[in-house]
C-alpha cells in the first residue's frame, strides 16, 4: 500500500481562501472520513495546517508541489489495539517485555494515534501513564484492564479476585481523558465473571468494553456473548481468529455474529501475531461481513510476523477490489 499521511489539522476551506501555501500536495485519492471524502483531490498546507482542499489547487500558489497521483492521502492513522506498556523489565509480561514503545512502531507508518489494549489495570494504569502516555509523541489511549494488575500472564489474569468493576470504573473516570474503555482478556476459565465485571465497569464509567474472548469454553460461547451480553458499542476483538468458531464448520458464518452487529457490537480486526486467517476472513468477507475498525495488535511477536505493521494490515483488506470499506 502506497499511502501519504498528513499528521495536520484538517480544516478544509475554499482553495481561493489561501495564497502563499507551503506546500501542494497534487492528484491524490484523498480518504477523509470527517469530510466524507473519498476522491481525488489536491492538498494546500500552510504553516503545518490544511489549508484547502480541492478538486484543483492553483500550482502557482505553492512554494513546493508534490506530485501525489496514484497514492492515497489520508489523515494520521488510528490503531485501536496495541501492546505499550514496556519499560518495566517483567518477562512475558504485556506489562513488561512483551510490549514495546509506541514511537518506533507508528510514525513511520503513518500512525499518529493509539490505544493500549488492556496492558495496565487499575493497579498499574498511573505507572504506566508515567512510564509511557506521557513521554511518548505518539498520543497514547487506554483501554483499562478489568484485571487489576494487568495484562501480566495468566498467574493474573485468571484471577477472578482481582476483577473490580468498582475500582476499574474509578480509574477510568479519573483519567477520563486517556482511558477510552474496558478490556477483558485472556480468561481461560468457564465463568462469565470478566466479562460480566468489564461491561460493569464499563456502565459505570460510560465506556465501551473491549473483549479479547480468552479460551473457547462451550459453557461462554460465542453467540452468548455477541447477542446478550455485550452493550451496542462494546467492541469484539480478533473478529477473524477462527479461535472461536466465528465461522460455523459449514463455513457460514456463526449468527452470533450476524446478530451481535445488528444490535451495534463493533468488530475489530486485531490482527496479532495468530489472531487473523486468512480462513475465516475471505470466507467472512464474501459473505458480505467486513470489519467495523482495522487494528495491528502490535507488539513483540506480531511485528515480525504476518502482522509487521498497520499499513501491512490494511494492505490485506484491499487485496480484493471488492474488499474494504
Known amino acids: 500500500m502506497r499511502v501519504i499521511r498528513l499528521t495536520c489539522l484538517l480544516a478544509v476551506v475554499p482553495a481561493f481562501a489561501q495564497t502563499g501555501y507551503d506546500l501542494l500536495l497534487q492528484g491524490g485519492h484523498v480518504v477523509d472520513a470527517r469530510n466524507n471524502i473519498s476522491a481525488v483531490r489536491d492538498i494546500a498546507i500552510k504553516d503545518g495546517r490544511i489549508a484547502a482542499v480541492a478538486a484543483h489547487v492553483d500550482p502557482e500558489a505553492a512554494l513546493k508541489v508534490v506530485n501525489v497521483g496514484g497514492l492515497y492521502v489520508s489523515p494520521g492513522l488510528i490503531d485501536i489495539h496495541v501492546h505499550v506498556y514496556a519499560g518495566t523489565g517483567e518477562r512475558g509480561s504485556y506489562a513488561g517485555d512483551n510490549s514495546v514503545y509506541p514511537d518506533g512502531f507508528t510514525f513511520r507508518v503513518g500512525v499518529t494515534t493509539v ?62 481523558d486517556t482511558i477510552i474503555g474496558i478490556k477483558c482478556a485472556h480468561y481461560a476459565g468457564p465463568e462469565w465473571t470478566p466479562v460480566k465485571h468489564a461491561v460493569e465497569a464499563g456502565t459505570k464509567a460510560n465506556i465501551p468494553v473491549m473483549i479479547d474472548f480468552g479460551n473457547d469454553r462451550p459453557q461462554r460461547p460465542l453467540y452468548d456473548l455477541l447477542t446478550s451480553k455485550l452493550r451496542p458499542g462494546d467492541i469484539y476483538t480478533h473478529c477473524f481468529s477462527g479461535l472461536r468458531h466465528e465461522l460455523l464448520d459449514d463455513g457460514n458464518l456463526n449468527p452470533g455474529m450476524i446478530e451481535g452487529r445488528e444490535r451495534g457490537v463493533i468488530f475489530d480486526v486485531g490482527h496479532g501475531g495468530g489472531s487473523f486467517a486468512w480462513r475465516i476472513a475471505m470466507p467472512a468477507m464474501k459473505q458480505g461481513f467486513l470489519p467495523d475498525s482495522i487494528s495491528t495488535d502490535l507488539h513483540i511477536t506480531s511485528m515480525n510476523t504476518g502482522m509487521k505493521d498497520m499499513l501491512n494490515v490494511m494492505d490485506k483488506f484491499l487485496r480484493d477490489g471488492n474488499v474494504g470499506r
Open 115 to 176: 490505544a493500549d489494549a488492556g496492558c495496565a489495570g487499575w493497579r498499574n494504569f498511573e505507572d504506566f501513564k508515567d512510564r509511557v502516555v506521557d513521554r511518548s509523541r505518539t498520543r497514547i489511549l487506554a483501554f483499562l484492564n478489568i484485571v487489576g494488575n494487568g495484562m501480566r500472564g495468566a498467574r493474573y489474569e485468571n484471577d477472578l479476585n482481582d476483577m473490580d468493576p468498582g475500582r476499574a470504573a474509578e480509574m477510568a473516570m479519573k483519567h477520563k
